[in-house]
């Protein structure tokens, strides 16, 4: 089951990659006139901020709490800071020598968590009348 999820990781992260390459930083201010909504800004200092502190967490064995190194925020910053943040997660991934119970569950939280965006980014992108790249399964 562990190297199915870190297959979907990939591939979810792939998918982002994929988004903010057709994205302008005009893109990452929209709103949709929905309560409580964020931009795809916020959520995307999200997505980076949850797979740096997954990526430590999972090295160190245990949730250590939530960072985010991203300081500034056009959409040249977060195709970097998306693809540097799912190189280390998945190096650290590649690197673990064996797994433990709280490995795994915080595995399956980072996946969880990348999936949650992924649904409430597809509702944003579809409420400003974008589209999204085919790499978006759930859309």
């Not at 995307?44 to 960072?67: I, N, P, Q």
């Not at 693809?83 to 399956?108: G, M, R, V, Y």
């Not at 992924?118 to 509702?123: A, D, F, T, V």
């Amino acid at each position: 089951m562990r190297g199915r999820i870190i297959e979907n990781l990939r591939a979810r992260f792939d998918a982002y990659n994929d988004l903010i390459a057709e994205l302008g930083d005009e893109d990452l201010e929209t709103r949709i006139n929905a309560p409580k909504h964020k931009s795809l800004k916020e959520h995307l200092w999200c997505v980076v901020g949850a797979r740096e502190s997954y990526a430590k967490a999972l090295e160190a064995g245990e949730w250590g709490g939530f960072t985010c190194s991203m300081t500034s925020f056009s959409a040249s910053d977060f195709k970097y800071a998306l693809k540097e943040s799912s190189d280390k997660a998945l190096s650290i991934i590649d690197s673990l020598p064996q797994w433990s119970d709280a490995q795994d569950d915080l595995l399956a939280s980072l996946s969880e968590h990348e999936v949650m965006h992924e649904g409430q980014i597809i509702r944003h992108i579809y409420g400003v009348e974008g589209t999204l790249p085919s790499s978006w399964k759930w859309a």
